[in-house]
């Protein structure tokens, strides 16, 4: 059974960093690519960035050179490292695999001092 | 960057009747494959989204029968044939075939009369 569980979210003042994880089960992660997806609150979905089975990976021009993403083949892990957050940034942040087929259940972050 | 319109934005049904949605996309959504990738998500309230419908009509496992998703190019629709309780949420539309990035559309939300 295809498996995704964010962990990582949380209280974090504006300019500070966080790093979210999303561990996966039932599929191998380095296999497909990935994303991650956030919504704010009582807002719409929006797609955050993407990495491929061969490493590349592509950002929402909204968090390009802020988040950085990355995955643990070891760990059939995937993450997001979320630095400079802005009170914008505040969302919950949820996993998906590859055409969005399966998703978590997603991690809150609060961006506020 | 691909842009995704959805009509109507607030969808009141009753019970047992049909509900259409409307999706609308800047660009054509033929891929060179020849494919249009065009999926279909539902957010029920409190839950994570669920995907429904890939490439423009596949209903995904465990989808009910009585959704059905139609169109081709920019035009997009998705047809709910009986509404029931459990329907409720909001529904959006997102492209993949100009990817990344990812767009999704600003979501229809349905409740029940």
């Known amino acids: 059974e295809v498996q995704l569980v964010e962990s990582g979210g949380g209280l974090i003042q504006p300019g500070g960093s966080l790093r979210l994880s999303c561990a996966a089960s039932g599929f191998t992660v380095s296999s497909n690519y990935m994303s991650w997806v956030r919504q704010a609150p009582g807002k719409g979905l929006e797609w955050v960035s993407v990495i491929y089975s061969g490493g590349s990976t592509y950002y929402a021009d909204s968090v390009k050179g802020r988040f950085t993403i990355s995955r643990d083949n070891s760990k059939n892990t995937l993450y997001l490292q979320m630095n400079s957050l802005r009170a914008e940034d505040t969302a919950v942040y949820y996993c998906a695999r590859a055409e969005l087929d399966y998703w978590g259940q997603g991690t809150l972050v609060t961006v506020s001092s | 960057d691909v842009v995704m319109t959805q009509s109507p934005l607030s969808l009141p049904v009753t019970l047992g009747q049909p509900a259409s949605i409307s999706c609308r996309s800047s660009q054509s959504l033929v891929y060179s494959d020849g494919n249009t990738y065009l999926n279909w998500f539902q957010q029920r309230p409190g839950q994570s989204p669920r995907r429904l419908i890939y490439?423009?009509?596949n209903r995904d496992s465990g989808v009910p029968d009585r959704f059905s998703g139609s169109g081709s190019g920019t035009d997009f629709t998705l047809k709910i044939s009986r509404v029931e309780a459990e329907d409720v949420g909001v529904y959006y539309c997102?492209?993949?075939?100009?990817?990344?990035?990812?767009?999704f559309g600003p979501g229809t939300k349905v409740d029940i009369k």
């Open positions: 490439k423009v009509s």
């Open positions: 997102m492209q993949g075939t100009h990817w990344p990035p990812g767009a």
